[in-house]
């Protein structure tokens, strides 16, 4: 009988290649997708229809959770100015890795693994801790802490979003990622993020303002 595995899913084009080979390899995927960081909903829509487009086409489960910003921005309170892969994505990767370890419980599936194992952009060490806290915390459920950046599954993503034509997002989900889009031309852009950029701009203009005034007082402060 094939073991069942609940993914925790981030988006279609992380899961295409996931879910291939667990399929190819025997087991059993069932998907959750939980990602209240997404914003704005219209971004979280998109994301998530690609997703059970996805799952319908392979047969594999698929579980919605509630969209609920208004819960992360309360987990990440504080850290707003964090930078990507610090103390703020520590916290995210926690309050989604919880949800899931509930959900594999609830559904009783044993082991379950997440599609941000296979980022290139995430620490696997702030994915790890968060998950075996999750697992503890949900007793008779377990992290399957899989490495799936490996085993040539990187380059099978890049043919099955080809093939699928996959809406490819910009940005890793939150209003704090979106810094980098600056640099992107607007054309290149979902017209529905168009009326945000100004805020990006000024959140990036802020946070360039306080690094140079720390330097500039780490400056003094050394020669004194």
Same mark, same amino acid.
């Given at each position: 009988?094939?073991?069942?595995?609940?993914?925790?899913?981030?988006?279609?084009?992380?899961?295409?290649?996931?879910?291939?080979?667990?399929?190819?390899?025997?087991?059993?995927?069932?998907?959750?997708?939980?990602?209240?960081?997404?914003?704005?909903?219209?971004?979280?829509?998109?994301?998530?229809?690609?997703?059970?487009?996805?799952?319908?086409?392979?047969?594999?489960?698929?579980?919605?959770?509630?969209?609920?910003?208004?819960?992360?921005?309360?987990?990440?309170?504080?850290?707003?100015?964090?930078?990507?892969?610090?103390?703020?994505?520590?916290?995210?990767?926690?309050?989604?890795? @919880?949800?899931? +370890?509930?959900?594999? &419980?609830? !559904?009783?599936? /044993?082991?379950?693994?997440?599609?941000?194992?296979?980022?290139?952009?995430?620490?696997?060490?702030?994915?790890?801790?968060?998950?075996?806290?999750?697992?503890?915390?949900?007793?008779?459920?377990?992290?399957?802490?899989?490495?799936?950046?490996?085993?040539?599954?990187?380059?099978?993503?890049?043919?099955?979003?080809?093939?699928?034509?996959?809406?490819?997002?910009?940005?890793?989900?939150?209003?704090?990622?979106?810094?980098?889009?600056?640099?992107?031309?607007?054309?290149?852009?979902?017209?529905?993020?168009?009326?945000?950029?100004?805020?990006?701009?000024?959140?990036?203009? @802020?946070?360039? +303002?306080?690094?140079? &005034?720390? !330097?500039?007082? /780490?400056?003094?402060?050394?020669?004194?």
């Amino acid at each position: 009988m094939a073991e069942k595995i609940l993914l925790h899913s981030c988006c279609a084009p992380c899961s295409s290649a996931i879910l291939e080979w667990l399929q190819q390899n025997g087991y059993e995927p069932t998907v959750f997708f939980f990602n209240p960081n997404i914003f704005p909903q219209k971004e979280y829509l998109v994301r998530k229809n690609e997703c059970v487009r996805y799952c319908e086409k392979l047969g594999i489960p698929f579980y919605d959770a509630d969209y609920d910003h208004d819960l992360w921005r309360e987990t990440v309170r504080g850290l707003e100015d964090e930078p990507e892969r610090g103390a703020r994505c520590r916290q995210c990767f926690g309050l989604r890795m @919880r949800a899931t +370890a509930r959900k594999a &419980k609830e !559904l009783g599936i /044993k082991r379950f693994t997440t599609t941000l194992a296979g980022s290139r952009w995430k620490r696997q060490d702030q994915i790890r801790e968060a998950a075996e806290e999750a697992a503890a915390l949900n007793p008779g459920t377990e992290y399957w802490d899989k490495d799936w950046r490996k085993g040539g599954l990187q380059e099978r993503k890049s043919e099955i979003i080809r093939a699928e034509q996959f809406y490819n997002q910009l940005w890793c989900g939150c209003e704090f990622s979106m810094g980098h889009l600056l640099r992107r031309p607007e054309s290149d852009l979902p017209e529905y993020i168009l009326d945000l950029i100004p805020d990006v701009r000024k959140r990036e203009e @802020r946070l360039q +303002a306080k690094a140079e &005034k720390s !330097l500039s007082e /780490k400056a003094k402060g050394e020669s004194k």
